[in-house]
Structures are given as C-alpha cells and as structure tokens.
C-alpha cells in the first residue's frame, strides 16, 4: 500500500499495533508490554513505533522514576494521541474495507490487510 | 547443593567478573585516550604556530586517539547506556569531528585561516567537558551498579548495542537507553529470551534507522 501523509503504511503488524492500542487508547505502554498486546515477537515493534511517531499518532515520553529506588531502568512509554485514535480507526477501517473488496474479487484469496 | 547448581552458580560469577573486567577496562582507557587526546591538542596548538603540515600530522593524530576513546565509551555506552550516552558521547563525538575536519584542512594546505586557534579552543573545550563527564559518569555508575544494573551479558549486550550503533547518532541515546530497558525486563524471564530480542533488535535496525531518517527532525531533540 501506497504510504501517504495520512496513512502510515499497513503492514499486517502495524494493524496488530494499532488494534492493541485502541484497546484501550488512553493506556500508556512500553514496547515489550505492546508486543505482547499485539501478539507480535518481542524486539520487533520498534520500526512500527517510530513511523507512527512521525505520523503524529503516537506520544512517547520516558517513565518519571528514580531508576535506583525502582531498581530497574526507566522505560519508554508509548501513548495514541487523539488525532492518532481517530486516524488509526480509520486506517484500519480503510484496511478491512480493502481488504474485504480483494477477497470478494478474488475469492479464493486469503489472509488480511497487508 | 547439587553439582550442577554450583557449576551454573560458577557460569555465572565467572561471565559477571567477565562483564566488571571489560567495564573496569573501558573506563581505564576512555580516561587514558581522553587524557592523550588533551596531550596531542596542546602539540597540535604549539605545532599551528610554527609547521602546519606537522600540525596536521598531529591532528590527524588526535583524531585517531579520539576515535579509539570513543569506542571504549561505545562499551560504556552498551553497558550502562541508560546513563551514560546521552551525556558523554556528544563532546567526545563532537571533538572527533572538529579534531578530524582540522588536521583535513590543514593537510590541504593553504595560507592560514584565522579561526584556526578557534578551533584549537573548541576542540579544547569539548574534551574538557568530555572528561568532566567522565568523572561524572563514573561517580553515578558507582552509585548505580548495585541497585539498577542492567542484567544483561555477554553477547546479548552486543547485539543490542550494535543494534543501537547502527541508527542515527542523534537516536543512539534514547534507543540505547530503550533497548537496556527492555533488555532488563528480559531478564526476568530468561537470558535465551534477552538473546532472541537482541537478535530481533538488531534485525530491525535497519528498518528502525530508515524510519528514524525521515523522523530526524521530530525526534532529534526531544533527549
């Protein structure tokens, strides 16, 4: 799919990312939090991440803690923002629209939005 | 206690006196290059204002030097990147540069510049903050080891910090510092499940570094 200025490209697992953040679209998560949301291999989400950064779809602000008393590393929150909740809706809506159009065209075709 | 729980209980001191060696090492020769790189700037300075071909042999040198700090701060950086690359590796990377783009001038010759001992002090200043923040790091990594320690060893912490290597400089920090994070949490899990991430991460860097080329001028910034 052709990637414009409104819609990030699709992949299978930028939909997977998007779904697991409308779950709930106020939730703040990190990155291996979201791939367990999204059923996706840890370490993987990253790419995704930063491209929906540049779309203006996702915040991302690092974790306020003293990483002493914590005894952990901060994190890397990532959070939909409201312009980003209504795109990514659409988005995936324009996906499954499209995607069900090939599949009425082609019907022995299988799979979804790529 | 069975056998194979001290032998494991062994594995694992022996790669943690690995690990505290090679962070022991780094910091030993961050120090000492950074403290030859002050040496070669002040010959550098003294060589301007009599041979500037031998100048530039001596920045050239300098930049070498530089360089060979930077990839004991690189170790640094992989180790404990959560707090130390956003603040050492600009005026390091940022004297290199300078250091290097100088002794390129020089060598071309030419009648001399006036900003010339600008430069010097340029170069002067960011090694100076260069080692301050060394000293700083050291003092909080002293701090810090026990309590927050990233839990991640050996290969693992390779692969991540390749990883990071491979994307923008600006980005390093804050990915560095994302990839520990996460790495960290691994831990809890198991060291096979950190390996797997860390290959992962280190196959989507490329990926992550395109994204991050044409996000540049949104992301750079926010550390």
Partial sequence: MRESQEFPRLTAATVAVLRALLEEPTREVYGLQLCAMAALPTGTVHPILARLEKMEWLTSEWEQIDARAEGRPRRRYYKLSERGATRARAAIERAETQSAELRARHPGLAGGAA | ?223
């Fill in chain 2, 1 to 223: 206690m069975s056998s194979r729980i001290a032998l494991a209980q062994l594995f694992v001191k022996v790669v943690k006196d690995e690990d505290e060696r090679t962070l022991n090492n780094a910091f030993g020769i961050a120090t000492q290059e950074l403290e030859r790189a002050f040496g070669e700037m002040e010959i550098v300075a003294r060589a301007l204002q009599s041979d500037r071909e031998l100048a530039s042999t001596y920045a050239r040198d300098l930049a070498d030097t530089l360089s060979g700090a930077m990839k004991s701060i690189d170790v640094l950086t992989a180790y404990f990147g959560v707090y130390s690359s956003g603040i050492l590796t600009p005026n390091i990377f940022s004297a290199f540069t300078r250091a290097e783009t100088f002794a390129e001038r020089l060598a071309r010759g030419g009648p001399p510049s006036r900003y010339e001992h600008e430069v010097v002090d340029a170069v002067r200043f960011s090694l100076e903050r260069g080692r301050l923040d060394l000293a700083s790091i050291s003092f909080r990594l002293t701090l810090a080891r026990d309590s927050t320690r990233p839990l991640v060893y050996g290969l693992t912490w390779r692969l991540a910090s390749l990883a990071a290597r491979l994307l923008p400089p600006s980005d390093r920090p804050r990915y560095a510092e994302e990839f520990q994070s996460e790495l960290h949490e691994l831990a809890q899990i198991s060291g096979r499940a950190q390996l797997t991430y860390a290959a992962r991460l280190l196959a989507r860097a490329i990926p992550l570094r395109h994204e991050l080329h044409r996000t540049a001028h949104k992301v750079a910034g926010e550390q």
